[in-house]
């Protein structure tokens, strides 16, 4: 009896060594996790010249083709927007909310570093955001897919007076080809004292500009009120009817 137990709890110390070396050393086919996080509020000095670069290179007076895209409708939100960052003072809603929504979409005729623009306003009854997305041709050729400007305001005034008051850009964002993302954002303070942002000024400049301008060269002011009118409200939730039929009264 005593031997079993001695082969018994040998065989166990032995099982359990075999797993701990198991998992101090994994296995060459265990996939290896990577995770990248961007540093939207400081971001490095290559990140910087990447991101002026890349702002200077929209295209001021564009050339349009005769295609263009005007849509509009109702989104269901159940995530926190991109646009909001740790500290900023938006709302977030606790359940899910429904925004409305319009959506410009133009084609540049010429073949230039970017092949079209899109612009969309959403508006979800607590905060109203902008984004402006320019993408490339090309962008095997030139590591970059596009360029996403963004800006946000709470919906304590209305989409036109907002769209008058030309807001600058809060956030700025790279997507490159076969690269992470390079992204610059407005940051406020959680605890202490706000981050110092003074040295990125001049990018959060040049992508307002650049928001400013397409404003106009898309038409937004009088194209997103516009279609915003002709959207409905949400429908109601209603209990749904009951499906059971009125028993058949046996015949006599």
Known sequence: MRRILTSTLGGFLLTAAAIAQQTAN?????????VNVLNV???????????????????????????????????????????????????????????????????????????????????DGQNMVETLVLRVRDPKDK??????????????TSPADMLMANNPASRVRLERFGKSSVALARCSA????????????PLFRSA????????????????????LTKIGSPAAKTTPKSKLRRPVEPKK
Do not use: H, W
Request: proline share 9%.
């Open 208 to 227: 307002s500009e650049a928001l400013a301008e397409y404003r106009g060269l898309l038409g937004v002011r009088k194209t997103v009120p516009e279609e």
């Open 41 to 123: 509020c400081s971001p490095s000095a290559d990140d910087q010249k990447e991101i002026a670069a890349a702002l200077a290179r929209i295209p001021k007076q564009p050339v349009f083709s005769s295609d263009f895209e005007i849509s509009r409708g109702l989104s269901s939100l159940t995530d926190t927007p991109n646009f909001l960052q740790p500290g900023e003072g938006a709302t977030v809603a606790s359940e899910p909310s429904v925004a409305k929504y319009v959506r410009i979409r133009r084609e540049f005729s010429t073949q230039g570093l970017f092949s079209n623009v899109q612009y969309s306003f959403s508006n």
């Open 26 to 34: 994994p296995t060459p086919n265990q996939p290896q996790v990577k």
């Open 190 to 201: 959680v605890e202490g004292p706000a981050p110092d942002q003074s040295a990125y000024e």
């Open 143 to 156: 590591d970059l897919m596009q360029i996403s400007l963004e800006d946000s305001a709470s919906s304590v």
